[in-house]
């Protein structure tokens, strides 16, 4: 019989367009992520929300991009040193709610939820260290020609990972989701894809970003 993982609402941490984001009831090292029901349609694009409606399927698009990018990294790099500036993914797991994917969980040194970019830069700034570990993961994204459609300040955290020193991880938004997949064509298509990406997250998040050494910096 297939066990069910049961997940609480006090477990419930955060909630995206596409999926709820709960706690592991049984593992402090994990999150289980679960397609919602009725995705939050706010913001996004009609064609979005028309190819929603009429191929249901393509819901199920983000997580198998999002698995076939992490492999992809994995495979490429397969030594025991390898660290990966995104999360690892540990398969699926049934819940109440339906199929979940379980994921790694990035913590403060007290095994609180780590903090998002966007909650440090709205609530208390970005210290040296925190931008110094923003630019490293950075730079690493650009050398493992990682395709990341959706790199905003709520999927970059900076946190541990299982008892490890602190870093920022990139948590959510990794694999190319596009319609038509031009970040997986080739090296070069991808790093202007990333340009871009964090060019827009610097006018986000009000920090300065140097288009040739591919890194930020406090706005002046």
Same mark, same amino acid.
């Given at each position: ?108 040194? =007290?095994?609180?939820? %780590? +903090?998002? &970019?966007?909650?440090?830069? *709205?609530?208390? #700034?970005?210290?040296?260290?925190? $931008? ?16 990341? =459609?959706?790199?905003? %300040? +709520?999927? &970059?955290?900076?946190?541990? *990972?299982?008892? #490890?020193?602190?870093?920022?991880? $990139? ?28 060019? *827009? ?20």
């Amino acid at each position: 019989m297939t066990q069910v993982l049961i997940l609480e609402e006090v477990d419930l941490v955060a909630r995206g367009m596409q999926r709820d984001i709960y706690l592991h009831p049984t593992d402090t090292t994990k999150l289980v992520k679960v397609l919602r029901k009725n995705p939050d349609t706010v913001g996004r694009s009609g064609f979005g929300n028309f190819m929603e409606k009429h191929f249901p399927m393509t819901r199920a698009r983000h997580i198998r991009k999002e698995y076939t990018e992490y492999l992809r990294v994995m495979l490429s790099n397969r030594e025991a040193s390898f660290h990966i500036p995104i999360t690892h993914m540990f398969g699926f797991a049934h819940t109440q709610f339906g199929l979940g994917c379980v994921t790694e969980r990035v913590t403060t040194r =007290s095994g609180a939820l %780590a +903090k998002t &970019l966007e909650t440090l830069i *709205r609530h208390e #700034g970005i210290t040296p260290r925190n $931008l110094d570990l923003l630019n490293d993961t950075t730079k690493r994204l650009y050398q493992l020609d990682i395709r990341a =459609s959706d790199l905003t %300040a +709520k999927n &970059l955290v900076f946190g541990r *990972r299982n008892g #490890g020193p602190k870093e920022c991880v $990139l948590v959510d938004g990794f694999g190319d989701i596009h319609a038509v997949p031009v970040r997986s064509m080739a090296g070069w298509s991808n790093r202007i894809g990333l340009d871009d990406s964090f060019k *827009r997250l610097a006018q986000r998040t009000h920090l300065s970003w140097n288009g040739k050494t591919r890194q930020f910096a406090k706005a002046a």
